[in-house]
DNA sequence: CAATAAACCTCAAAAAACATCATCTTATTT
DNA sequence: AAATAAGATGATGTTTTTTGAGGTTTATTG
């Protein structure tokens, strides 16, 4: 009968021992357990204690679960009706619903478009509360001033998609859009085939160093090895459909020997309408993101190209910046969509 | 009797012993000592704790049941010339000195190209030992029959860039190789600007899976969309640069109205080779694999594009595959590089 | 060979994971 | 202060996973 071992059987504690000890009901250990939201703080240490206590939980475990309160991130992007503007809302979410607790705490605000003034206000607003900010810069002495000073509070910041130029200390996750610009310059020389005429360039707004990036790069290579086609000067849609299918109505009646045009921002759903009613397929289009309506137009021919950063990627290497210092700032991969590859 | 736990006899201790120690069930201990699954990991760590504490196991079935976090992953790759296999190699390499001992332990072997014999042997000779498996499959029923055959003894499996056909419980990372071929023919129709003329596939063998599909790919769309164009039938070039050399210069002779070339293989550079010293830039070019070769290839204008699948994301997603049961057999992305966007 | 430990299987019970709703707190607004 | 909203917690039901209790077969050992 002696003690057969050493050890006296322990019977293994289960949630409910937990629970008891740390009195609180087993729905609230289970919240603990698995990581669910919606438990205090305080209630989630009592719980863990008890856990620790009774032996319930192993060394990894308790690490694992013990620590670190998930870092407080805020996304600041352009409002408006951009679609890959809102896809990158979307994806947000859905990671913010994936991760669970595991990962970053994302919020996302949308900032009125094209205001450095708001986009500073903003930056400021979350200074300090925040641990970091990734932002759609806009390249303003405002906005520099403002991101420096949240800097100096120890938030951290990140520009994505369009930077702030060379400030220190501000990383940036995105295209290296002069390649870009020069990619799609090259591909609509090359699609053209040799025929002479226009090429027409529609951007959101010149202040986006994305966009002047892509222009400057567009303009170089059109320049470089087009000779042919000449650059219809940029007009500017705000990233608006409305905006950009009056833009590129006028563009077809002002230009009849136009071969093609390059949508250097988004909403790029108001030029392909444009072309539908117009019948004119023959124009090349290349514009960017890959959102339901880009892929309804290439898929019915109406544009030939979608350049696009992949919104997941995008926000991952963002969260990635604003937690580790080595952030290092490679571009991202341009990515390419054809009729044919569309995922 | 007294012995027995007074002095920690020799006597050998029992998987009971381990149970009650433990206390678990003999079923749970019998689980976690024979790899079966259905355990938690918190139990199992308490079972081995135990079984370790008692001495029950040796150094080497302790390490092999321990942490076995190490997965053991061996990569067959198809030996060769091709520059491609070559940088997955080093890729390969680098992953392993990057995640130190962290990660899974990646060994890689090189078999006989295009033999479905050696691979079926290299896969058996890994059965068991290797806690999976990642190949470049050949689609064979020697291959088929060893692949069921080393699945069954519990080492997993994944083909890589090729894969096996419908073989349940052998999931594939590549890409969806039709959309590649498809993308080709797209793109060499588009950039051919209309010309009338013929277009050249080249392939390393039709033995892959891949390389079948890409070519079906291919033609599909030649006859959809580009009536001007005609196919001159398939050559395999067998991933080597030499034999593409010959096939191309060939090809240059035999074929005055050449318009393009998709090698839906590796080694692209005897191709090059050859377009360079018969001064054909004219030709459009297309190939895989973004490799120094083809980088130069394009920069120097011989080549259009690239396609190529990251050699790091498919070395993790395999690698993920491996681990997970969950393996979510979602098809690469088609990476496209024209001379712009090279990175 | 007999005795015993281990391997391997199936099935039912137990525990844990997961989802939802009601209730209660707490903070915020009016 | 009352009203409201948002957050926490508990209660409870469903589903899935884990575990235990058997039994049968296969190796091992004395």
């Known amino acids: 009968m002696v003690s057969a071992d050493q050890h006296p059987t322990r019977e293994r504690p289960q949630q409910a021992d937990v629970a008891a000890r740390?009195?609180?009901?087993?729905?609230?250990?289970?919240?603990?357990?698995?990581?669910?939201?919606?438990?205090?703080?305080?209630?989630?240490?009592?719980?863990?204690?008890?856990?620790?206590?009774?032996?319930?939980?192993?060394?990894?475990?308790?690490?694992?679960?013990?620590?670190?309160?998930?870092?407080?991130?805020?996304?600041?992007?352009?409002?408006?009706?951009?679609?890959?503007?809102r896809l990158l809302g979307e994806r947000l979410r859905a990671?913010?619903?994936?991760?669970?607790?595991?990962?970053?705490?994302?919020?996302?605000?949308?900032?009125?478009?094209?205001?450095?003034?708001?986009?500073?206000?903003?930056?400021?607003?979350?200074?300090?509360?925040?641990?970091?900010i990734a932002f759609f810069a806009i390249e303003h002495p405002v906005v520099r001033e403002a991101a420096a000073e949240v800097a100096a509070t120890g938030t951290r910041l990140v520009s994505i998609v369009s930077d702030l130029g060379s400030v220190p200390g501000i990383p940036h996750v995105g295209l290296d859009n002069r390649a870009v610009g020069r990619t799609a310059g090259l591909l609509i020389g090359r699609l053209s085939g040799g025929r002479a005429g226009a090429v027409a360039l529609v951007a959101g707004s010149r202040h986006y160093r994305a966009h002047s990036e892509r222009e400057a790069g567009f303009l170089s290579i059109q320049e470089e090895l087009f000779p042919q086609l000449r650059v219809h000067g940029m007009r500017e849609g705000h990233d608006d459909a409305a905006e950009n299918y009056r833009h590129t109505l006028a563009l077809l009646e002002q230009v009849p020997d136009l071969v093609g045009i390059y949508n250097v921002g988004g909403s790029s759903g108001g030029i392909t309408r444009a072309l539908r009613e117009q019948g004119r397929q023959d124009v090349i289009f290349i514009g960017h993101g890959l959102t339901q309506d880009t892929r309804r137009a290439v898929l019915e021919g109406m544009m030939d190209a979608i350049f696009d950063q992949d919104p997941d990627t995008l926000l991952e290497r963002a969260v990635a910046c604003l937690n580790e210092s080595t952030a290092t700032a490679r571009p991202l991969k341009l990515d390419i969509y054809f009729s044919e590859n569309l995922p």
Request: glycine fraction near 8%; aromatic fraction near 6%; charged fraction near 25%.
């Open 95 to 132: 990671r913010l619903e994936d991760t669970g607790a595991e990962g970053p705490v994302l919020r996302c605000f949308f900032i009125e478009s094209f205001s450095a003034q708001a986009l500073a206000e903003a930056l400021r607003r979350n200074a300090g509360w925040a641990d970091g």
């Open 22 to 85: 740390a009195g609180v009901s087993l729905a609230t250990v289970d919240r603990v357990l698995n990581r669910r939201k919606g438990v205090k703080e305080r209630t989630r240490q009592r719980v863990l204690e008890a856990a620790r206590e009774l032996g319930f939980l192993s060394e990894t475990e308790e690490a694992r679960l013990g620590n670190a309160r998930p870092l407080n991130i805020v996304v600041l992007l352009p409002a408006g009706s951009n679609p890959y503007l």
